[in-house]
Structure formats: structure tokens, C-alpha cells
């Protein structure tokens, strides 16, 4: 059972990344599915979520209008479109999968880079 974050990286202030986080090992169907992210020197800052079906989508007030979290349950991927990036979402940014709440059958993904800098 795996989750692998991609996509991450350095990008100017105002540009746009699109993080993927692809599974192994089960399917998503299942699973309502979120972004986690964890800033230098911060604690874990939850980003959104997604339910198994695809929807409803929620975000945090920090992200929304501006991140968009999307699934395709036939590739078995989850995404998360960010775009208008300031150096506030310089972040590890972590997939995470559960299924029911509290969650069960939870699982993390090892982490994505990204940095925000001029």
C-alpha cells in the first residue's frame, strides 16, 4: 500500500503548480482522500479534502479560490491544482487517504516539495 506524491518544486510568486499523489496497492475509490501540508518550522496545516465520490470539496479559508482538489478514480490519482502561489504555500505537501470518521484504514504519502520564491 502506497501513496506517492509528484509535481512539486520551486516556482515564482503568482505561478501555478499541479501536485499528483498516485496509489498503489488499494484502490480510491473507497477512500475520501485530502492534501496535508507542513510549512518549515510549523505544524501540519490540513489543505482540502475530497470525498470518495468526488465530491463535495472543501478547502481551507488559507487556500480557497486559489487551490482545487480533483480525483480520477480510473488512474487511481489524486490531484491538487495551486495557483496565485505566495511564499506562504511553501509547504511539504502530503496526500492522505481514510475511509469512514474517524478515519480508518488511513494513509500518508512521503511528501512533496514546494517551494514559493522569487
Known amino acids: 500500500v502506497q501513496l506517492v506524491e509528484s509535481g512539486g518544486g520551486m516556482v515564482q510568486p503568482g505561478g501555478s503548480l499541479r501536485l499528483s499523489c498516485a496509489a498503489s496497492?488499494?484502490?480510491?475509490?473507497?477512500?475520501?482522500m485530502s492534501w496535508v501540508r507542513q510549512a518549515p518550522g510549523k505544524g501540519p496545516e490540513w489543505v482540502s479534502r475530497?470525498?470518495?465520490?468526488?465530491?463535495?470539496?472543501y478547502y481551507a479559508d488559507s487556500v480557497k479560490g486559489r487551490f482545487s482538489i480533483s480525483r480520477d478514480n480510473a488512474k487511481n490519482t489524486l490531484y491538487l491544482q495551486m495557483n496565485s502561489l505566495t511564499s506562504e504555500d511553501t509547504a511539504v505537501y502530503y496526500c492522505?487517504?481514510?475511509?469512514?470518521?474517524?478515519?480508518?484504514?488511513?494513509?500518508w504519502g512521503q511528501g512533496t516539495q514546494v517551494t514559493v520564491s522569487s
Open positions: 475530497i470525498s470518495s465520490a468526488g465530491g463535495p470539496t
Open positions: 492522505e487517504a481514510h475511509q469512514g470518521w474517524p478515519p480508518q484504514n488511513q494513509h
Open positions: 496497492g488499494f484502490t480510491i475509490t473507497t477512500y475520501d
